[in-house]
């Protein structure tokens, strides 16, 4: 009997008890990946969970980042990713050798990284942030020290405007937040009078400056459910569209479209995490992810950090 031919939704349910193991997945997850998920979040609701959970096997629907940071909150317990090649974009744009480099060149600022980054990355940082708490976190180090802020460029640019701080800004982006097109952007508003325009912080200026809701996956979501019956034109990964629909059936829901006719507007590396792989991965216990434990040691200080200050 092939994968295609079980009932993959029973079969994962019964392999997820059999193993003690829970599922996370992020929003931007296929919609029967996150119809299986035991928690479904945003990066901060997601390393939340793991590092409150008693499973002994964490199944990490997401990319290798996010996987990685299971791991540096739970490095005794079993971390597994369904597709080792789901990476991120925005992580690769920056090295540790790279921040390392920034960091020697401005000795006493405070380095702070977007979870979106390496184990490497994290454990020359400071303080790890998400698009949830980013502001919480620039505003928590005091006003006088200097912060180097990486790897999103306009996540960053955007915490100078909110925080009043100017920070040296690592070039990152990430591949679908800085392919929403603006000339597109203002004809679907033209088309769609009184369309409320929701944008994560990871998009390019021009896009935030259209936007009436600028914040986190979660906080787009958010805005959503408390105003079920609104019209919103959504500047994120397209998989948040499927949660949307759920939580508000009565709103219209419009995906930003990307500059290009192509559907940028999805992660292809989200996107490479299936329900066939996931059950795979579940039956077999691999792909697993293995950090070294200095490494972890290193890496988990700032997030730790996060957390607590969360």
Known sequence: MTVTQIDLFAEIAELKRKRNAILLAHYYQDPDIQDVADCLGDSLALAQQAAATDAKVIVFAGVHFMAETAKLVNPSKTVLLPDLKAGCSLADSCPASGLAALKAQHPGHAVVSYINCSAEVKAISDLICTSSNAVKMINSIPRDQGII???DKNLGRWLEQQTGRDMI???????????FSERKLIALKAEHPGAIVLAHPECEAPVLAHAEVIGSTQ?????VIKHPTGKYIVATEA???HQMAKAAPQATLIPAPPEGACACNECPYMRLNTLEKLYLCLRDMKPEITLDPGLIARARLPLDRMLALS
């Not at 906080?219 to 805005?223: C, Q």
């Open 219 to 223: 906080a787009l979501l958010n805005h």
């Open 239 to 241: 998989g948040i569209l």
């Open 169 to 179: 800004l690592w070039q990152g982006s990430c591949i679908v937040h800085e392919t």
């Open 149 to 151: 802020f990486a790897p």
